[in-house]
T-cell receptor, first 110, second 113 residues
Framework: QQPVQSPQAVILREGEDAVINCSSS?????VHWYRQKHGEAPVFLMI?????EQKGHDKISASFNEKKQQSSLYLTASQLSYSGTYFC???????????FGKGNQVVVIP | GAGVSQSPRYKVAKRGQDVALRCDPI?????LFWYQQALGQGPEFLTY????????KSGLPSDRFFAERPEGSVSTLKIQRTQQEDSAVYLC???????????FGSGTRLTVV
């Protein structure tokens, strides 16, 4: 079951903050976040396993609300290097594979 | 190795031709996944191996697609009688056992003409 990501695209200036979201219609066991730059492989950012868990990677953090079956990724004080497409991958109970959403395109401009 | 290695990087195949795509995962990674990524889309699951066992092949789109990992390390994705709709980037990813992040390879871009 493919998760839904929103918004589809975000444009922000260097130093600004943004939030991107990922939601599923099925109960989630874990949520992964990846960033992919054009023509490159997706790069792992973080995995969230528990309800309400928050994690951080540099100035990028994420939360996972197991009850609401959704996760949010917070880009704080954005840098030019944050530009790319962010994919969430969701895993469900009893299933080892990740289902990826269509992605959130993030463009950070100077 | 240091990362997941895929070859070839690019493949152009004539419609009806068979192709074989190779994935060399990170040494010691138990889990190996194949995904298909169309332009502007997220990766779509194809199949999953734990060591040499193919535990899930529910994402393979047709019986023209076949994957193997005979010794629990290198994996090959084979597509027989390629069709235009098979054109995509094929990504391989590996991870440690349990709930860890995936390390993706750079992918093989397959173009069927």
């Amino acid at each position: 079951q493919q998760p839904v990501q929103s918004p589809q695209a975000v444009i922000l200036r260097e130093g600004e903050d943004a939030v991107i979201n990922c939601s599923s219609s099925k109960a989630l066991y874990s949520v992964h976040w990846y960033r992919q730059k054009h023509g490159e492989a997706p790069v792992f950012l973080m995995i969230l396993l528990k309800g309400g868990e928050q994690k951080g990677h540099d100035k990028i953090s994420a939360s996972f609300n197991e009850k609401k079956q959704q996760s949010s990724l917070y880009l704080t004080a954005s840098q030019l290097s944050y530009s790319g497409t962010y994919f969430c991958g969701t895993a469900h109970y009893g299933n080892n594979r990740l289902a990826f959403g269509k992605g959130n395109q993030v463009v950070v401009i100077p | 190795g240091a990362g997941v290695s895929q070859s070839p990087r690019y493949k152009v195949a004539k419609r009806g031709q068979d192709v074989a795509l190779r994935c060399d995962p990170i040494s010691g990674h138990v889990s190996l996944f194949w995904y298909q990524q169309a332009l502007g889309q997220g990766p779509e699951f194809l199949t999953y191996f734990q060591n040499e066992a193919q535990l899930d092949k529910s994402g393979l789109p047709s019986d023209r697609f076949f994957a193997e990992r005979p010794e629990g390390s290198v994996s090959t994705l084979k597509i027989q009688r390629t069709q235009q709709e098979d054109s995509a980037v094929y990504l391989c990813a590996s991870s440690q056992a349990g709930h860890y992040g995936y390390t993706f390879g750079s992918g093989t871009r397959l173009t069927v003409v």
